[in-house]
């Protein structure tokens, strides 16, 4: 199959495991392409100029393609004028509740006409979140295929061993509004441990803070699925997390992790520094962290429903 994939970035987030999605495809002889879209980026706006660029790329774009892939709102409008009759659109997240969030009442407003606009393009829509599906059946009556974004084990492989910081606690996000980092830096004198702030380094030094910390914390006001919850339950990392989007889908508190609620300094302070002291729980927690993550998101369980979405 001949496939396009589109999205502002091809790194971090949904960007990121789109690139990873293409390169399982292309392993197994898919022929993916990712178009690579020049923005300048304004304050406060992520892609002010990506969706113009972007659109004068595709009507220049004399190529037909067997899918198109559109991994967020905006890309959803260089779709709309890519040659394809297989136009699939992924939605990580409630995209006009972000915008609100980051922005304004009205900018929500906005974005959620261009939601509609989004959908009105796409032949297929997925998300990794059941909330997300949810949500979007009743508030627009669309219907989209739940499909989870994978965790690439092998890529662990190259993570060398690394000494465990016995009191490190590690973030690990954009350093924005939405993922609540300015709660952590607030309580941050109150925890019995070091916070290290994981927001602009590569994977692989990531993953290498990651595995030598006590624990991940993940204290967002709003999210979908993060993809560095299933990286801590592979590296046995117990996970403190706030119970907003997605996360309730895979952490169950007590069992793989601990779930608070959001924009709650004294329960994010109280659950921190409890589990820092329970090598027990931490114990039992990663234990059923990692049997499930290796049980419902590998490659070999979702790369053929992968498949199965281009090809149906």
Known sequence: MKILYISPRFEGGIGGHAKRVAEKLSEQGHDVKLMKIPHIPIKKLKNPSFVIFGKLKAL?????????????????FIMKDIKSNKKILSVHGIYSEQVKLLHSQTTGKL???????????STKLTTDSKIVKEYYK????????????????????????????QNQIAYV?????EKGIDILKNIESE??????????YTWSKTMKILKSSKLLIVPSRMESLPQVIKEAFYLKIPVIATNV????????????????????????????NNLIENDLLIETMTKN????????????????KYIELYQK
């Not at 974005?111 to 393009?121: H, L, N, T």
């Not at 669309?142 to 974004?149: E, R």
């Open 173 to 177: 996000g954009r350093d924005s509004f």
């Open 111 to 121: 974005a959620k006409v261009g939601e509609e606009k989004a959908f009105s393009y």
């Open 191 to 200: 925890l019995n441990g070091k916070v290290v702030y994981c927001t602009d």
């Open 245 to 272: 989007g997605g996360i309730s889908e895979i952490i169950q508190n007590g069992k793989t992790g601990i779930l608070i609620p959001s924009e709650n300094e004294q329960e994010m302070i109280n659950a921190i």
């Open 138 to 165: 009743k508030k627009y009556q669309v219907n989209f295929i739940h499909l989870p974004a994978p965790l690439d084990t092998k890529k662990f492989e190259n993570i060398d061993e690394v000494k465990k910081n």
């Open 60 to 76: 220049i774009d004399n190529e037909t393609y067997d899918a198109v892939h559109a991994w967020n709102i905006p890309s959803a």
């Open 289 to 304: 962290a990692f049997d499930f993550i290796n049980k419902f998101y590998s490659w070999n369980e979702l790369l053929p």
